[in-house]
T-cell receptor, first 114, second 113 residues
Framework: DAGVIQSPRHEVTEMGQEVTLRCKPI?????LFWYRQTMMRGLELLIY????????DSGMPEDRFSAKMPNASFSTLKIQPSEPRDSAVYFCASMWGDITDTQYFGPGTRLTVL | GENVEQHPSTLSVQEGDSAVIKCTYS??????FPWYKQELGKRPQLIID?????GEKKDQRIAVTLNKTAKHFSLHITETQPEDSAVYFC????????????FGTGTLLAVQP
């Protein structure tokens, strides 16, 4: 398996633009997590899904952020409109909840909002 | 909600020495405590975890200990090597209620050759 796949790996955008981050979890995994990592706030969980259903979105910072999981193989995290304080590395992780507690992280998307 | 504190924020050791990183948690219902290693520019990767029904767990040069009464757990790395240099994150979760991990703030470990 190729592991968790994220795209793009780097994104530079202007303030006010819409940003869409994409994630493909490991095949067969039933949990998907979106994290944000910054120097100031560390590693924060934004939202997680189980069987494509959002379970906990309490970490989503505000209405500008939204996440979807239309099927078991794909999820998106959208920021609209983007702001400079959204600059961070965004990680997607997946887990096979019935078998293990290990979350497998993707390579991350480094987002810079100018 | 759960809060996880991690110390120290940076740790420098000589190659071959031991390193210890400590975490405390606030929610007594937490029962799962993983440790993730993140090399510079890379993704976090699980290195070891422990559940609340176990006091200690070892895997080669790394070990984790848990003190439920005091609500703290520690990562021990023996015979450190330069490739152990990374940021280490502890985390806690109440797996009976959620799969949400609350992460500590991380420890930058530098192993000097």
């Amino acid at each position: 398996d190729a592991g968790v796949i994220q795209s793009p790996r780097h994104e530079v955008t202007e303030m006010g633009q819409e940003v869409t981050l994409r994630c493909k979890p490991i095949s067969g995994h039933d949990y998907l997590f979106w994290y944000r990592q910054t120097m100031m706030r560390g590693l924060e969980l934004l939202i997680y899904f189980n069987n494509n259903v959002p379970i906990d979105d309490s970490g989503m910072p505000e209405d500008r952020f939204s996440a979807k999981m239309p099927n078991a193989s794909f999820s998106t995290l959208k920021i609209q409109p983007s702001e400079p304080r959204d600059s961070a590395v965004y990680f997607c992780a997946s887990m096979w909840g019935d078998i293990t507690d290990t979350q497998y992280f993707g390579p991350g998307t480094r987002l810079t909002v100018l | 909600g759960e809060n996880v504190e991690q110390h120290p924020s940076t740790l420098s050791v000589q190659e071959g020495d031991s390193a210890v990183i400590k975490c405390t948690y606030s929610d007594s219902a937490s029962n799962y405590f993983p440790w993730y290693k993140q090399e510079l520019g890379k993704r976090p990767q699980l290195i070891i975890d422990i559940r609340s029904n176990v006091g200690e767990k070892k895997d080669q040069r790394i070990a984790v200990t848990l003190n439920k009464t005091a609500k703290h757990f520690s990562l021990h790395i023996t015979e450190t090597q330069p490739e152990d240099s990374a940021v280490y994150f502890c985390a806690a979760s109440n797996k009976r209620a959620t799969n949400k991990l609350i992460f500590g703030t991380g420890t930058l470990l530098a192993v000097q050759p």
